[in-house]
């Protein structure tokens, strides 16, 4: 029987680095745009909603007849988040899903492929509760960079720490690979509930990243590499580079620029 997998895009207005990120333009549309009509040509997915307390976001999402649930705002993490959406969803619509897929809402060039990449290691292997999407690191920015989570992982692929700053550290001069966090998440819907039941711990709240919590339990996340170059947009100048790929982006010409 195929899995039943709902992605959620926990988005909010507010931002440190970029106020209102989420509805910021990119070709006509809002980067939330991108994301949600990028997320729903994955056809891995059963349902595909925002979740959000932001007045703005629900209105246009509401426009374009997509489908959004309000949630209460805090200052609890983005998973968090996603695991009160998904109660509500399976409340409101008498179902309950294996799997749960969180988005992150600044990922506007994400793909298809790249979904079905993080997706794919939970359909194959019951026993993993989680996965997290990496990839390569690119550039000196990039690494010393405090908005993008840098990830060291041992032999297996199983995350070992997580963390805003640069690791692993070039200070005795030995290379290793440099990964950063890609903004997709599978959990097993039964851990992602196990996930909020826990207290916030140290490491979480001192590295600001909710993932920490489930190395802190000691559990493991699955990292999955994918080599497909993502274009996360911390702060308003890398809009620029994003529009500029956008302009000749297959999925959008293609598949769902005549949603606006």
Do not use: W
């Not at 988005?11 to 990119?26: L, V």
């Not at 339990?217 to 590499?225: D, E, F, S, Y």
Request: glycine share 4%; aromatic share 6%; with cysteine.
């Amino acid at each position: 029987m195929k899995n039943s997998i709902i992605g959620i895009i926990p988005a909010k207005m507010e931002s440190k680095n970029f106020p209102n990120k989420p509805m910021a333009d990119i070709l006509g549309m809002p980067m939330i745009g991108h994301v949600y009509n990028r997320a729903r040509l994955c056809t891995d997915f059963s349902d595909v909603y925002v979740a959000t307390a932001d007045k703005e976001i629900i209105d246009y999402i509401t426009s374009i007849g997509g489908k959004v649930i309000e949630i209460v705002e805090s200052r609890i993490s983005a998973t968090d988040r996603v695991a009160e959406a998904v109660k509500r969803i399976e409340a409101d619509n008498n179902c309950v899903y294996d799997l749960v897929v969180s988005i992150q809402p600044d990922e506007p060039m994400l793909t298809p492929d790249v979904l079905g990449r993080a997706i794919s290691p939970m359909v194959m292997d019951k026993k993993l509760k989680m996965t997290a999407l990496m990839t390569e690191i690119t550039s000196e920015e990039i690494f010393n960079d405090r908005n993008e989570i840098k990830v060291v992982a041992d032999n297996l692929n199983n995350a070992m720490y997580l963390s805003r700053e640069p690791i692993p550290s070039k200070s005795r001069g030995v290379c290793f690979p440099r990964m950063k966090l890609v903004g997709i998440d599978v959990f097993r819907r039964r851990f992602l509930n196990d996930f909020n039941l826990m207290l916030p711990t140290p490491l979480e709240v001192a590295e600001d990243i909710d993932l920490n919590r489930i190395l802190e339990n000691g559990m493991r996340i699955k990292m999955t590499l994918t080599e497909q170059e993502m274009l996360a947009v911390n702060h308003p100048q890398e809009l620029e580079t994003v529009i500029s790929r956008m302009r000749q982006d297959e999925y959008f010409l293609r598949q769902y620029m005549d949603k606006f």
